[in-house]
C-alpha cells in the first residue's frame, strides 16, 4: 500500500533557547567527558586474539543457511535476497523441487554467495520471507584464494550447523515475530565462541 | 439510494460548437473522452481513453465476455438531454456495459472502492500467497490490483482450502490449481481462438477449478498462450519455470523471425541471455497471440555450436582471425573478380536479412559493378498455412483468427523489395549454384540466416570451383564448412533492421543482447564491408532507404511500435 497522506507526521524543529543559542553549555560539557577521559584512564584496547571481543548481539558475520525441522534447507529459491542485495553477491538457481517434497514448489539447485563482495549490510536476512538466509556472528573470515571466499549452498548448510547451538546465533526471525534473542536480558557469554569455518589459521592451530 | 454525490461528475461542458460535428462523448469520472461513431467499446476500454483503470481480471479484448470476476464493477448512469444524470441503482460489470453516447461511468466513488476491495478480498481468500515461490510475481495483477484496490490484510481466520496442483495439463504448460481466480480467460481463449477446447471448468460453486479432459492434454500450436493470458501465477510456462524473476528481465521490442506472419514479440533477456519471447498486441501484424513455434523456436540462439568468430583459409587451412582481416580480404576478393569478370561475381541474399542489410549489401556489390549477380536465398516452406480456430474435427473455421504461416522466413518482402530495386529481375539460389557448378562463378557471397539449415550437401557440392566463397552465417552449414571466408554473424534478437511481413507490414526489430564472442550483427558486418563511416543505426538508415527505393518510401517516416504498412 502507499503512504496516506494522513500517516505522514510533519514535525518542526524544535528551537534553541537562549543559553542554548550560546554553545556555552555545549562546550562545557564537551570540555566536562574530555576531563573524565584524563582523569580516569581506562583502557579500551582488546588483547585479540587471545582474547575474544564481546560483540553486540546484532552483530553481522558471515552468512547461513538455516534448515527446516527435517532437515532440509530452509530456502525456497524467491531470489529475494538476490534482489534485496545491494553488492549483487548472491547467485541462485532454482529447480522444481515438488517431485521429491510434495510440500514444496521450489528449491535452490545451487545456492552460492560471493563473501567478499558482500558488505554485511543484512539487507537479506531482512528480505527472506521464510527465515532462510540469517548473518551469524562469525566475524573471523579468512581464505586463501577466492573459491574459498566463495561460499555454495553444502558450505552455507554446514556453518548452520556448527551455529545453531550457539546462544549467541539462535534462528532469529519467525515471520514478524521477533526471535529468542530479542528476549535475552544480556548477552550471553562467549564461552562457546564460534569457530571461524575451515580457515586455514584454524587449521594450524 | 445511497448518495456519493461528492465523488459524481459535475454539470459536464457543453460541446456546443454549432459546426463541429457531434462525436459520441462519454464521462469517465467527470472527465469527457470522445469515441468514434461506430465504436463500440465497454466501460473499461471507455475508461482508458481517459487515462482511468478499472481493474480486470476475466474480461480480455480478444475473448468473449463472461463478467465473472466481478473486479471491473463500476457505477454508470446517464446523461439526459436536460443534463441531468441519472445513475443506475448498483455496481455494474464495466465489461459488460457498452458505453454510448451520454454514458456517465464513475471509478472512484466510495461504493465502487468499496467493491473492487471486496472482490479482491474473495478472490484472494484462498490464494496461497507464495508469491515467493511463484513465477508470476512481479507481473501478478493480483499483486497489482491488491496493491492499488485492495485490502492489506486478509480476515480469514479457518485454514484455507488449497486444491492440489495438477501433475500434468501439457507439454508446454503447468497449473498451479490453488493460485487460480477462476476468470476462465483460458477457457475460452481454447474455444474461441485454438479451437480445440482441451481446458474445462470442472465441479461447481467452491469445488470449481480448472482441468483437462483425462488424457486429453493442452498440446496445440497456441498453448502457450494460455500462460500470457493467466492474470495470475496459475498457468505458468514449463519452459521458462523457476528461471529467472520476472523483475530482473528487460525487453526488447522485436518481430518473431520464424515464419512470415510477422508477429509483434517482446525478447525478454537478462545477463545477455535470452529467457522468454512474449507477444506483443499488435492488431496490424497477429493480433494478441503468437504460436509455439515461435515462443520456443529461439534456443538456437544461445546454442554452443554457434560460429563465434570470423575465420579465413590461410594456406590450407582455415584459421581465426580479426575483423579487419576478414573484411579486407572479402574486400579484395570482390574487386579483383570484378576486375577481371563482373559477371562472375555472385551474392545470394537471405530471406532472413533484414531490409537494411539487403539494402547495404546489394548497394556495395552494384556499386563495384551493375553486372554483380545477387539471388534470393531458399525461401523455406513447411506444408501449407495453419488457421486457428479449429473445429472438432480439426479443420479450421471460416473466421481465421490466428494463423501460423508456411513461409518460415521473416523478411522474403523485404529482401524481393531490394533486390527489384537494383536488379529488376530476382534470380533463384539454385540457377546461381548451377552456374557454380559449371565454374562460371568466381567469387560468391552466401548469407545465410535460417537456423534450421538452408543449404544441402549435394547444393554445397556445386560450389567447390568457386574460387573465393565468403559466407555470412550464424550457425554452421554445409555451406560454412566450405566457406573460404566465414563472417559470424548474429541471430534477430542481436540485430537492428526492419522486417516486411506477408502482407507487407514492415516492423521493427531491435537488438536486446550482444552477439557471442567474436561475432557481430549483420548490419555492422556490411556496413564494415560497403567501408561507411561512423556506427550502423537502423532507424537513421531506414530513411536513407526510403529515398532511393520507392517501394519501400513508407520506411521514410518514424517508426511506430506497430509498424507501418508498405503502399
Not at chain 1, 562546550?27 to 582488546?46: C, I, P
Not at chain 2, 579486407?328 to 559477371?343: E, F, G, I, Y
Not at chain 2, 524481393?416 to 557454380?436: K, N, P, T, W, Y
Request: hydrophobic residues 35%; contains cysteine; proline residues 6%.
Amino acid at each position: 500500500m502507499p503512504i496516506q497522506e494522513k500517516d505522514v507526521v510533519w514535525i518542526e524543529e524544535p528551537e534553541l533557547s537562549f543559553w542554548e543559542q550560546t554553545f556555552l553549555p555545549a562546550v562545557a560539557g564537551g570540555l566536562k567527558v574530555a576531563m573524565q577521559h584524563t582523569v580516569a584512564q581506562r583502557s579500551v584496547t582488546e588483547q585479540y586474539p587471545e582474547q575474544k571481543p564481546d560483540l553486540p548481539l546484532h552483530y553481522r558475520g558471515v552468512h547461513r543457511l538455516n534448515r527446516d525441522e527435517q532437515g532440509r534447507v530452509r530456502c525456497v529459491a524467491c531470489m529475494m535476497c538476490a534482489t534485496a542485495c545491494p553488492a549483487h553477491c548472491i547467485s541462485i538457481v532454482a529447480e522444481d523441487a515438488s517431485k521429491d517434497w510434495p510440500d514444496r514448489d521450489k528449491r535452490p539447485q545451487s545456492f552460492v554467495l560471493d563473501e567478499l563482495r558482500c558488505i554485511f549490510c543484512g539487507m537479506c536476512e531482512e528480505a527472506c520471507p521464510c527465515d532462510a538466509i540469517e548473518l551469524t556472528s562469525i566475524y573471523d573470515l579468512t581464505g586463501q584464494t577466492r573459491e574459498q571466499m566463495t561460499f555454495t549452498k553444502d558450505k552455507l548448510l554446514s556453518i548452520y550447523d556448527q551455529t545453531k547451538d550457539n546462544p549467541r546465533d539462535p534462528v532469529r526471525t519467525h515471520r514478524g515475530r521477533l526471535g529468542c534473542a530479542s528476549e535475552l536480558e544480556r548477552q550471553p557469554l562467549s564461552a562457546t565462541s564460534p569457530k571461524p569455518p575451515e580457515s586455514p589459521r584454524a587449521k594450524k592451530q | 439510494m445511497p448518495s456519493n454525490e461528492a465523488n459524481r461528475p459535475c454539470t459536464p461542458k457543453t460541446n456546443s460548437d454549432e459546426n463541429q460535428i457531434e462525436m459520441p462523448t462519454v464521462l469517465v469520472n467527470g472527465k469527457e473522452v470522445s469515441i468514434g461513431d461506430g465504436e463500440r467499446l465497454n466501460c473499461i476500454q471507455a475508461a482508458k481513453r481517459a487515462d482511468v483503470e478499472i481493474p480486470h481480471y476475466c474480461w480480455h479484448p480478444a475473448l468473449t465476455v463472461v463478467a465473472s470476476c466481478r473486479m471491473c464493477l463500476v457505477e454508470v448512469g446517464d446523461k439526459k438531454p436536460d443534463g441531468t444524470v441519472a445513475m443506475q441503482p448498483k455496481v455494474v460489470p464495466g465489461c459488460q456495459t457498452p458505453v454510448k453516447d451520454g454514458t456517465v461511468i464513475v471509478t472512484n466513488s466510495a461504493k465502487v472502492k468499496q467493491a473492487q476491495a471486496a472482490t479482491l478480498e474473495y478472490l484472494l481468500l484462498n490464494h496461497p500467497l507464495d508469491c515467493p515461490t511463484c513465477d508470476q510475481a512481479g507481473e501478478c495483477f493480483l499483486q497489482d490490483y491488491t496493491y492499488k484496490f485492495g485490502h492489506m490484510q486478509s480476515r480469514l481466520m479457518e485454514p484455507k482450502t488449497l486444491k492440489p496442483d495438477k501433475d500434468y495439463i501439457g507439454d508446454q504448460v503447468t497449473l498451479f490449481t490453488d493460485r487460480c481466480v477462476m476468470c476462465t480467460r483460458c477457457v475460452r481463449f481454447t474455444r474461441e481462438v485454438s479451437g480445440t477446447g482441451e481446458l474445462q471448468v470442472i465441479n461447481r460453486g467452491s469445488h470449481e477449478e480448472i482441468d483437462i479432459f483425462p488424457g486429453m492434454p493442452i498440446n496445440n500450436k497456441l498453448a502457450g498462450n494460455v500462460v500470457d493470458l493467466c492474470p495470475v501465477g496459475a498457468l505458468c510456462s514449463k519452459d521458462f519455470l523457476y528461471k529467472q524473476r520476472v523483475w530482473w528481465l528487460k525487453s526488447a521490442d522485436s518481430v518473431c523471425p520464424d515464419c512470415s506472419t510477422g508477429c509483434s514479440i517482446n525478447v525478454d533477456q537478462n545477463n545477455e541471455t535470452v529467457f522468454r519471447l512474449k507477444p506483443r498486441e499488435n492488431s496490424q501484424a497477429q493480433g494478441h497471440f503468437m504460436c509455439d513455434d515461435g515462443r520456443f523456436g529461439w534456443k538456437y540462439i544461445h546454442s554452443d555450436a554457434r560460429l563465434k568468430r570470423p575465420e579465413i583459409v590461410q594456406g590450407d587451412r582455415r584459421t581465426a582471425v580479426d575483423w579487419d582481416s576478414a573484411l579486407n580480404a572479402t574486400r579484395a576478393a570482390l574487386q579483383d573478380a570484378v576486375k577481371s569478370n563482373p559477371k562472375s561475381v555472385a551474392a545470394v541474399l537471405s530471406p532472413w536479412m533484414t531490409v537494411e542489410e539487403a539494402y547495404l549489401l546489394a548497394k556495395h556489390l552494384k556499386s563495384l559493378s551493375p553486372d554483380v549477380r545477387l539471388a534470393l536465398g531458399p525461401v523455406r516452406v513447411d506444408g501449407e498455412d495453419d488457421h486457428y480456430p479449429k473445429d472438432v474435427r480439426g479443420n479450421a473455421q471460416a473466421n481465421v483468427k490466428f494463423t501460423i504461416r508456411a513461409e518460415k522466413c521473416p523478411n522474403r518482402r523485404g529482401v524481393e523489395a531490394v533486390l527489384q530495386h537494383f536488379q529488376g529481375s530476382i534470380i533463384a539460389m539454385g540457377d546461381l549454384l548451377v552456374d557454380a557448378a559449371a565454374g562460371r562463378v568466381e567469387c560468391l557471397y552466401l548469407v545465410g540466416g535460417d537456423p534450421r539449415g538452408w543449404i544441402t550437401e549435394d547444393q554445397a557440392a556445386s560450389l567447390a570451383k568457386v574460387k573465393t566463397l565468403v559466407v555470412q552465417d550464424l550457425l554452421p552449414s554445409a555451406a560454412s564448412a566450405r566457406a573460404h571466408v566465414l563472417l559470424a554473424s548474429g541471430s534477430f534478437a542481436e540485430r537492428d533492421g526492419t522486417f516486411v511481413n506477408h502482407a507487407g507490414l514492415a516492423q521493427a526489430i531491435k537488438r536486446s543482447i550482444r552477439s557471442p564472442e567474436e561475432s557481430r550483427p549483420d548490419g555492422r558486418i556490411l556496413w564494415d564491408l560497403a567501408g561507411r563511416t561512423g556506427l550502423f543505426n537502423a532507424s537513421v538508415f531506414r530513411h536513407e532507404i526510403a529515398q532511393e527505393i520507392p517501394a519501400l518510401s513508407a520506411l521514410a517516416g518514424e517508426m511506430c511500435d506497430s509498424g507501418v504498412l508498405l503502399k
